[in-house]
């Protein structure tokens, strides 16, 4: 806050004011001196008036003498103290400049007397210095002493009416404009100072308070190697009450104090000391992190800094390296089973793989767990978790220097045996293996049943890599898994031929789809009542180029396993639509979608693009769905079966009675009919047990408003039988031939098959 009438702050306008009332001494001096002149002007020239002068100049100065002790003992001053004072101030030194005046106008005019002049010349010069060094601190009292006391000795020269002191007196005048100028010259000055001052106390200040609040210690040596600067953090880390008590120590003193504190060991003072020494010296920065003997970890760093002065600053870093490590761990361990991931195996056997004998032989084991899905789907991850845990505790126990367990990633495990005579000692170990994990295991209060697969290789180290070997052993459990599960195998070259060839094919086959290579034949499917085909099932079939005829039983697993399946479903749908237009009104067309088209609205918008591509009225086209679709989301699936339903198209559930068949399909879908799967006809005409399930599977379907399809008739004795007893809307089967072209279909769509009538013949006589 700045003092108005001062321009200056008004901490320094009070510091002023109170340096007014220093050193009284001073002006106790000068009132007897000013007193004496006067009463040596009585002497010489005999008049009483200057007794008078010089009692009143003794009187005005013992009065500012006492004044001033009297503010001396105020303390110091407030602003409105200051203000105060200086009044005071300014009525002695008033009182005290106009007697000094008055004394020299006196002299030069009233009663002029030689003596009197030179001794008011004395006076008053010698009162002009002690204005400014004395009054600098109040330009009022630097004006009116100056005028009080200038003025008047100027105006008594002038009044002599000589010429020469005419002169003299107004050479005298602009010695009021010097004086209160320099006064305020010797102000500024100091005001300028005590600022620069304050400035800089509040920059140590600052300097000092972000010293001792760092988070970690700080010492500055000075090129002597001595500490000059310390914080309280490094006073606190070394046992110090206070950081002055480091100043002037060695670098050396303050680590073997580190020593005594426990921040250092002995055995690093030396190394410690040689690199922060040298670091100095060169002139670079350099960072070193010790272990203190209590566990805690330190970083020291040094730094060099200005005017050749090194800094050193360490600070507690245990809580970094704790979660630098658990980085570390995450990066390289599973967070589930807490065994290595894939990359920490990788690398660990890499490197075990690198060292030894190159000749000796090594393993590897892939297990996988059989149906662990259907764990996670029935119930639920947490369970999966669970189980996935308690196998890896067993695996874990067979982990050692020599034999590395790892979790691969879902439920797939994998270990490395650094060294094995021969397969006879695999074998050995991998049966204790199976021996020890399957069984079951308490997880929640479930008691889970553990079975595995594996697939195992065995090589020489020199021959092989980590890759090369792990890409072995899936081909291997790939065969297990292929050959029923719950087994393991030990790779074979052959796999890695079957393999490429498999490979081969699935590229083939993606070529195949981007160039519309596949083709669509459509099986027959004939109502019983007219024996004429109603429908069929559009079928896709792959001619490859060399290998000839692929079967769907190999290419459609394939595609989905390359995530094409639903490329061959549009296909299929758009070459079904396209060629049903084509035939008589009465025959429709039926397309399988997989359980992968139901994962996306996306299912809707194909069919109804197909649909409008084509021209096909939307009755004639049915859509089959399978159970699978249904497990994978039901209440989705219902969604996209329900706005396919809207469009027109007819729904179908196909192959019912077939895996996890559930009757509350029927009535919760929105289905026009029920494809029975073939597995019900196999044996009905050996088995009146089949027949009467069939039998019941069928009424049931039609009295929920749906029709019946049965599929896999491929007998004329199943035909009549199924006539009689069961009477179906619909029969599909290898007993109408084999699936036909769209030509074929639109040649056969008005033949009656010609055992028709005997059909109703036998219908008649079971009658």
């Known amino acids: 806050m700045k003092n108005t009438k001062n321009s200056i702050p008004d901490d320094i306008y009070a510091g002023f004011i109170r340096s007014l009332f220093n050193d009284p001494a001073i002006l106790l001096i000068g009132a007897f001196c000013h007193g004496l002149m006067g009463l040596l002007t009585w002497y010489t020239s005999g008049e009483s008036i200057y007794i008078w002068l010089a009692s009143a100049m003794l009187a005005a100065g013992l009065y500012r003498y006492f004044g001033i002790l009297r503010g001396q003992k105020v303390g110091p001053f407030s602003v409105e103290m200051a203000r105060k004072w200086e009044l005071r101030y300014l009525i002695g030194g008033t009182l005290q400049a106009f007697f000094m005046g008055m004394f020299a106008f006196v002299a030069l005019v009233v009663k002029p007397d030689p003596f009197g002049e030179l001794a008011a010349v004395a006076v008053i010069m010698g009162s002009t210095v002690t204005i400014v060094g004395r009054n600098y601190g109040s330009a009022k009292m630097v004006a009116v002493q100056t005028f009080t006391v200038v003025l008047p000795i100027a105006l008594g020269l002038m009044l002599k009416g000589e010429y020469p002191y005419v002169a003299l007196g107004l050479f005298i005048v602009p010695f009021i404009y010097i004086i209160t100028r320099m006064a305020g010259h010797v102000r500024e000055v100091l005001f300028a100072a005590i600022s620069q001052e304050k400035i800089s106390a509040r920059i140590a200040e600052r300097f000092d308070r972000a010293l001792n609040t760092m988070s970690h210690g700080l010492v500055m040596l000075s090129p002597e190697g001595r500490v000059v600067v310390a914080n309280s953090e490094a006073a606190k880390a070394l046992q110090f009450q206070r950081p002055d008590r480091l100043l002037g120590r060695s670098l050396r003193a303050v680590l073997m104090r580190g020593v005594a504190g426990g921040l250092l060991s002995y055995k690093d003072v030396r190394y410690v000391e040689t690199q922060l020494t040298r670091a100095l010296g060169e002139g670079r920065d350099r960072k070193l992190q010790i272990r203190s003997n209590n566990g805690r970890y330190y970083e020291l760093s040094a730094r060099a800094g200005n005017d050749q002065l090194g800094v050193i600053t360490f600070e507690e870093i245990t809580a970094r390296v704790e979660a630098e490590e658990r980085i570390r761990h995450m990066a390289r361990f599973d967070s589930l089973t807490n065994l290595p991931n894939r990359g920490w195996f990788h690398e660990l056997v890499g490197e075990l793989m690198a060292s030894g004998d190159g000749s000796r032989h090594c393993a590897i084991v892939v297990f996988d767990l059989d149906d662990f899905k259907t764990v996670n789907d029935t119930l639920g991850h947490p369970i999966g978790d669970g189980m996935i845990c308690a196998v890896a505790e067993k695996l874990a126990r067979f982990a050692s220097d020599e034999v590395k367990v790892s979790r691969f990633g879902g439920d797939e495990f ?217 497990l994978d989301d039901k209440s989705s699936t219902r969604a996209f079966l329900e706005e396919l339903k809207s469009l027109g198209v007819r729904i179908a559930l196909d192959d019912f009675g077939t895996g996890y068949s559930s009757l509350s399909y029927l009535h919760t879908l929105p289905l026009d009919k029920v494809k029975i799967d073939r597995s019900f006809v196999i044996d009905i005409t050996q088995n009146e047990r089949s027949l009467i399930l069939l039998t019941k599977v069928c009424e049931l379907s039609r009295g929920l408003g749906m029709l019946v399809t049965i599929e896999g008739v491929e007998t004329f004795e199943q035909l009549k039988l199924l006539a009689g007893a069961v009477d179906p809307d619909l029969v599909q089967g290898f007993l109408f031939g084999a699936a036909l072209t769209s030509t074929g279909i639109d040649t056969m769509s008005n033949m009656t098959w010609p055992f028709a009538g005997e059909l109703r013949a036998a219908a008649r006589s079971q009658g």
């Not at 591509?613 to 009755?619: D, I, K, R």
């Open 414 to 630: 994998i270990i490395f045996f650094n060294r094995v005579s021969g397969e006879a000692e695999l074998t050995a170990l991998i049966d204790q293996m199976f021996l020890d994990l399957q069984g079951t295991v308490d997880v929640q209060g479930h008691a889970l049943k553990v079975q595995l697969s594996a697939g195992t290789v065995i090589s020489r180290v020199r021959e092989t890599d980590v890759d090369a070997m792990i890409v072995k052993a899936d081909l291997a459990l790939y065969r297990a898994k292929e050959l029923g599960k719950n087994r393991w195998c030990l790779f074979e070259s052959t796999m890695d031929a079957e393999f490429r060839s498999r490979q081969t094919m699935k590229a083939d086959l993606r070529s195949a789809v981007e160039q519309r290579q596949l083709r669509v034949v459509y099986q027959p499917i004939v109502a019983l009542s007219t024996m004429r085909i109603a429908s069929c099932e559009a079928l896709c079939r792959w001619d490859h180029p060399e290998l000839g005829a692929i079967s769907p039983g190999i290419f459609i697993p394939l595609a989905e396993e390359i995530g094409i399946i639903a490329d061959i479903s549009t296909f299929v749908l758009e070459q079904a639509c396209a060629e049903c237009v084509k035939w008589p009104e009465s025959v429709s067309v039926s397309v399988n979608l997989s359980a992968k088209d139901f994962h996306s609205r996306d299912v809707v918008e194909k069919v109804r693009a197909a649909l409008d591509q084509a021209g096909l009225a939307p009755h004639r086209l049915e859509i089959e769905v399978t159970e699978t679709a249904l």
